[in-house]
């Protein structure tokens, strides 16, 4: 048996941070979801752009919409749209079989529009309703501008995958958008029941940033015993504290009128859960954060080493006072946790926004190859 199926077995939901055209046509997927119980599957524009690039997959159709005099923006969609509806369909037997909860596939909003409110809300509905597929997410990030559009996106019936979260504060925000968006539901008479989101707090960029500080601190010979002792702990702190942060938003009176009236909850999702630092573990970012009403989206080579070698026990509570003090010592050392998760949210916005306009600068090549031949 998998060792992902026991993951499966402590209520937290293996999705694939990978989508490619020879996944769904080599019936790859599909066996990811019989034998490791993967299911679900996210995308971006970095994915889609290795994707898009690489290899022959595509050019048949590519072909046939530059032939069509379609721009590569125009292109680009309609590969985008053909590979997250196939993905979809491939994963609606887990959508029924879960009741809603598991089976979908995530589609991002255009990242330039991370902080146009309006623009997001458009093109989420837009993707919507041309993917017209019931377990489809749109990814909308929770950027200042970009919560407003959750909630009304949320509110108009549309699942929404939250990305770009690093923050506690930011978080808590994304939460009470969705809650404001369940009570405008059921104030309007609207059913709660198949309105499925979740929120993706990023992992391993959190200790990409603050392990560069915490070397630079440890050259002060004063400091550097706690500043190295602190490498690598901080992502899974600030990850553990999210959890308690869900576990308090997602109870009381105020969620459980939701909840008696259909409301799921919106789970957390462990996203950039690859090891950036070959010193450490290959499945650092997915052991300690297992635990219920989680999500972990992996990309294969994290798939790989945990179904070669990763342990299952539910860790998503434990150590909770060294994960607090952590984030105590990491103010002892002067590193400003609200600066360095802003900070990660404009570098993640542009490292969205760099390999979508690469891949349309790509597309046109190709476009205007084909066009002149």
């Known amino acids: 048996m998998s060792r992902l199926l026991n993951i499966k077995e402590l209520g937290q939901s293996v999705w694939l941070d990978n989508l490619s055209r020879p996944l769904l046509s080599t019936g790859a997927l599909k066996k990811l979801i019989d034998e490791d119980g993967v299911c679900g599957i996210t995308s971006n524009p970095a994915i889609f752009n290795k994707a898009m690039t690489e290899g022959d997959a595509y050019d048949d159709q590519i072909k046939t919409l530059a032939e069509g005099g379609k721009s590569s923006e125009q292109i680009y969609e309609a590969l985008a749209i053909k590979d997250i509806q196939d993905a979809a369909d491939v994963l609606r037997p887990v959508y029924a079989a879960t009741q809603g909860k598991d089976g979908y596939v995530s589609l991002e909003v255009s990242p330039h529009l991370a902080n146009d409110t309006k623009g997001t809300l458009q093109e989420a509905k837009r993707l919507w309703n041309w993917v017209n597929r019931p377990n489809l997410m749109i990814k909308i990030p929770g950027t200042p501008e970009g919560i407003p559009a959750i909630k009304d996106a949320l509110v108009q019936g549309i699942n929404v995958n939250v990305t770009l979260l690093f923050s506690l504060s930011a978080y808590g925000k994304v939460m009470d958008a969705y809650l404001k968006a369940m009570e405008l539901r059921l104030k309007e008479g609207k059913p709660l029941e198949r309105i499925a989101s979740v929120a993706s707090f990023f992992i391993s960029r959190i200790d990409v940033n603050i392990d560069k500080k915490l ?24 990850a553990k504290l999210a959890y308690q942060l869900w576990k308090s938003k997602f109870s009381g009176e105020r969620w459980n009128k939701l909840e008696s009236a259909g409301a799921r909850v919106q789970r957390p999702l462990w996203a950039s859960t690859s090891t950036k630092d070959p010193s450490y573990k290959d499945v650092l970012y997915v052991e300690p954060l297992i635990g219920p009403e989680t999500v972990n989206t992996m990309p294969d080579e994290t798939v790989d080493a945990f179904r070669d070698h990763g342990e299952a026990a539910n860790a998503v509570e434990k150590g909770l006072k060294e994960s607090q003090d952590s984030m105590n010592q990491l103010k002892e050392l002067d590193i400003d946790m609200k600066a360095v998760t802003e900070e990660l949210v404009v570098e993640g916005v542009d490292k969205f926004i760099k390999p979508f306009d690469a891949l349309l600068e790509n597309l046109e090549e190709k476009r205007q190859k084909i066009v002149s031949s």
Request: proline share 0%; no cysteine; charged share 40%.
């Open 215 to 238: 070397d630079e601190i440890a050259q002060n010979e004063e400091k550097k015993e706690l500043a190295q002792s602190l490498r690598g702990k901080i992502a899974i702190a600030n």
